[in-house]
């Protein structure tokens, strides 16, 4: 069974910075896709930034130049590096990967979440 662990969440002030992990487990074929998620109170699960096995990354306008999202292949492992926080950034994120079990099995998985809290 695959699973996706997220880390690295906590609280921290306006300014500051926090690096989330997520990590895939399980007899995986192949991880095409991988993104950040985040759900705020009362607001709708955004994309937050997204890496294709090919390298190619993507972020949404809120955090570009503020977050980063990279991998690490041998590990099955996505990062996303938050700099510059902001108490809007305050949200549950969410770790999602499109993979494949094999060469014709291809599912897409939601890690559990873990809480980012910026304050003022």
């Known amino acids: 069974q695959v699973q996706l662990v997220e880390s690295g969440g906590g609280l921290v002030q306006a300014g500051g910075s926090l690096r989330l992990s997520c990590a895939a487990s399980?007899?995986?074929?192949?991880?095409?896709?991988m993104r950040w998620y985040r759900q705020a109170p009362g607001k709708q699960r955004e994309l937050v930034a997204g890496?294709?096995?090919?390298?190619?990354?993507n972020y949404a306008d809120s955090v570009k130049g503020r977050f980063t999202i990279s991998r690490d292949n041998a590990k099955n492992t996505v990062y996303l590096q938050m700099n510059s926080l902001k108490p809007e950034d305050t949200a549950v994120y969410y770790c999602?990967?499109?993979?494949?079990?094999?060469?014709?099995?291809?599912?897409?998985?939601w890690g559990q979440g873990t809480q980012v809290t910026v304050s003022s």
């Open positions: 890496i294709t096995s090919g390298g190619s990354t």
């Open positions: 999602n990967a499109d993979l494949m079990l094999s060469p014709r099995e291809l599912y897409t998985y």
């Open positions: 399980g007899k995986i074929f192949r991880i095409n896709v």
